[in-house]
């Protein structure tokens, strides 16, 4: 399938990416490359095949959740990066 530059441009102003002039190329190749793969799996033929749930009877196992108090938030913290009110203070990471 083929891409357009103005598509990759579009897509890369969409997640928000700053692509640089040489990149682009290879991401149209990338890309392509995705959607014709894309495009082989949909048109595989799957007629008379039986429904798959799972390769193998594989099951989570889960464990009961307790609180346990945590005494030494002081060493806890001690290489944290930056703290605030008892907490990690972390960078914001949503525009």
Not at 8 to 33: G, K, P, R, S, T
Request: aromatic share 6%; glycine share 2%; charged share 30%.
């Amino acid at each position: 399938m083929k891409v357009s530059k103005e598509e990759i441009l579009h897509i890369a102003n969409l997640a928000d990416l700053n692509l640089e002039e040489n990149e682009i190329e290879q991401y149209l190749v990338n890309l392509e490359d995705i959607l014709n793969f894309a495009n082989i799996v949909k048109n595989a033929p799957v007629e008379g095949l039986d429904i798959t749930i799972g390769a193998n009877e594989a099951k989570n196992v889960f464990r009961k959740d307790k609180i346990e108090v945590f005494e030494d938030n002081e060493a806890l913290l001690q290489n944290a990066a930056s703290k605030e009110q008892n907490m990690f203070k972390i960078p914001k990471v949503i525009n």
